[in-house]
């Protein structure tokens, strides 16, 4: 799976939220992974805006919930997760 750096990339490009609050808002989506482990996608991880897992998360802010919708697709696409990843190591390496 994607790691917390790709889930913040992506989302980045889809709204305008500074790095911080789209950071937390993943931190929060996978908080249960503390506990659950590599189930923890029972929790937060519901794609229905109405349901209790996004109400807690982004208190009904639509950027907010695009960020959580954002993590949830790239949870689900792991080759893009992959891709990305891999983009941002190699952008990383020719600074």
């Known amino acids: ?13 889809f ?3 500074s790095m911080n609050d789209i950071d937390e ?14 189930y923890h996608r029972v929790l937060n991880h519901d794609k229905r805006p ?13 950027e907010k919930e695009m960020v959580r919708q954002i993590h949830i697709w790239l949870d689900e696409n792991k080759d893009v997760g992959d891709l990305l990843e891999a983009y941002l190591l190699m952008k990383k390496r020719k600074r």
């Open 1 to 13: 799976m994607a790691n917390r750096k790709v889930h913040n990339y992506l989302a980045k490009m």
């Open 15 to 17: 709204v305008d939220m």
């Open 25 to 38: 808002i993943n931190k929060k989506i996978d908080e249960p992974y503390q506990w659950l482990g590599r």
């Open 50 to 62: 109405e349901k209790m897992d996004s109400i807690m998360i982004t208190h009904g802010d639509p």
